[in-house]
């Protein structure tokens, strides 16, 4: 009888060893972006109440409020639509503040042009814009940072949003 209690108290020291290793691995799985991107913007990119897809292009604009400068660089806003309530939006969002989602070890290529597209996220006077840049796969905080390489996550969320970068009709 006193094995049986030894076998109950190891089943319970390693479920507890367990749990204590998921959860402090799920605390340091964003430090890395959490330094990069700083806590105010992570937390905006997450939670923020209102998310903006801007279509660019490298055509030079008329009107300088419909474009956006990205590290000295004027593109071109085509087009703006509210995707907040867009379905799999959550996904998207939390893969922006993950560690693995990026390639810390990779440079990103020097003086990027013809950036794709943007995303806005914006809560009240706050706001944050991440930029894209499909080839390099390069994803850069407008303001701040410079840009960082995405991994394969950058494909998943192309593929999310390929709808909004087809050619408008």
Do not use: C
């Amino acid at each position: 009888m006193i094995q049986g209690k030894y076998v109950i108290f190891m089943i319970f020291g390693t479920a507890l060893a367990m749990a204590v290793f998921a959860w402090q691995f799920r605390i340091s799985e964003g430090d890395d972006v959490l330094d990069y991107w700083g806590i105010e913007s992570a937390n905006l990119l997450r939670h923020a109440n209102r998310v903006e897809f801007l279509k660019l292009d490298s055509a030079e604009a008329a009107d300088p409020d419909s474009t956006l400068t990205i590290n000295g660089t004027q593109q071109r806003i085509v087009s703006v639509e509210d995707i907040s309530s867009r379905k799999g939006l959550i996904h998207a969002r939390h893969m922006f503040i993950v560690d693995h989602t990026y390639l810390w070890e990779e440079s990103p290529p020097e003086n990027i042009q013809n950036w794709l597209f943007a995303m806005r996220f914006s809560d009240g006077d706050k706001q944050v814009t991440l930029a894209f840049h499909s080839q390099s796969h390069a994803v850069q905080m407008l303001n701040n940072n410079k840009p960082l390489i995405m991994g394969p996550m950058f494909d998943n969320l192309l593929y999310y949003l390929t709808p909004l970068l087809a050619p408008k009709e």
